[in-house]
Each structure stands twice: as structure tokens, then as C-alpha cells.
């Protein structure tokens, strides 16, 4: 089905900005620290936006889709599987595989 909605992140838009923060842990904020995404058999610098032991949101300089598989090289925890599980304005979610420790 072709239209204006896609799996970069358009498919459900928002037209609110979310009032309650619904997650179910604290995120720490690290506007000015870098890590490598591994995404299609290629590595990308990104930079972590926050992050807590399940996820991060960080600004990366490619277009992933939703549900895609990838690693994230973060400093004080190594290397971490996940996946994208959103996509807007140049900015992505992740969901880790396992939590961090």
C-alpha cells in the first residue's frame, strides 16, 4: 500500500507531544556522549540522547526501520543487541535485547 505513511516512523502520526512520561524506568540524559551503531553491516557514530537499562534515544545520520535489528558500541557497557522501536525527526528509539547491568 503506497501513501504517505511508512516504517520510518510516519506511520502513526502525533499530533499531541505527550503530556505523561508512561515508561516504566528512569532514562539519564547524556546529550555529550557518543557510541557506534551497527546497522546493515555498517557502523555509524551517534549520539546518545539518554538512555536507561532497557533503552536509548540517540540522533543517528540514517534513516533505520522499525523493528530493525542493530548494536550499539556505548562506552561504559560495550556492545548491547537491540532493536529500532521508533523513528522521528532524525532521532531513534532502541530497545535492548537484554537489560544493562
Keep these: 500500500m503506497a501513501g504517505k505513511f511508512g516504517l520510518e516512523g510516519a506511520m502513526i502520526p502525533r499530533t499531541v507531544r505527550r503530556v505523561f512520561?508512561?515508561?516504566g524506568e528512569p532514562r539519564e540524559d547524556f546529550a555529550s556522549q557518543t557510541a557506534v551503531l551497527g546497522l546493515r553491516g555498517r557502523n555509524h557514530v551517534v549520539r546518545v540522547l539518554n538512555l536507561s537499562n532497557s533503552g536509548a534515544m540517540v540522533i543517528c545520520p540514517v534513516l533505520p526501520h522499525i523493528g530493525e535489528a542493530m548494536t550499539?558500541?556505548?562506552?561504559d557497557w560495550g556492545q548491547v543487541m537491540g532493536h529500532i522501536c521508533w523513528?522521528?525527526?532524525?532521532?531513534?528509539g532502541i530497545n535492548f535485547a537484554t537489560p544493562l547491568e
Design 87 to 92: 523513528v522521528r525527526d532524525g532521532k531513534i
Design 72 to 75: 550499539l558500541q556505548l562506552l
Design 21 to 23: 512520561d508512561e515508561r
